[in-house]
């Protein structure tokens, strides 16, 4: 038996999170918080990663964190300056994961190839750790 998506058991989904948002105050005003500052948010992210899917997830999860972080935010500058941060810090933060997860090709190393000089310094080198007697 498949299973079932959210949207399949209930699909009156979004009319109840109108209702919800339409007889809930603090929900409406993170609506109008998210309204107000998504486009700021989408556009530093898109900057930042130059990949529109993954610019869209990220501004999302920033919103999830605003929100988590609500109580703490003083004034609506406080909050501009924390989502700008926020948004920075996650963006860095996702490129440094994308790139330690990509396999860097394996390069032939180049063949080691001595100057002129090699064997001179190697049999003058021997000679110097013998006097000084660092190696017997």
Do not use: Y
């Amino acid at each position: 038996m498949a299973q079932r998506t959210a949207a399949e058991q209930s699909p009156d989904i979004p009319e109840k999170a109108e209702k919800v948002s339409e007889n809930d105050p603090a929900a409406t005003d993170f609506a109008e918080i998210v309204r107000r500052h998504q486009s700021a948010v989408f556009s530093i992210a898109l900057h930042f990663l130059a990949d529109r899917s993954a610019a869209e997830e990220l501004a999302q999860d920033v919103f999830l964190q605003l929100h988590a972080n609500l109580p703490t935010i003083k004034s609506d500058d406080h909050m501009k300056f924390w989502l700008r941060k926020v948004t920075a810090h996650r963006c860095i933060d996702h490129k440094r994961r994308r790139s330690a997860s990509m396999t860097r090709p394996n390069r032939p190393r180049p063949a080691h190839r001595p100057t002129s000089s090699w064997p001179e310094g190697c049999a003058s080198m021997s000679r110097l750790c013998r006097r000084s007697r660092v190696w017997s």
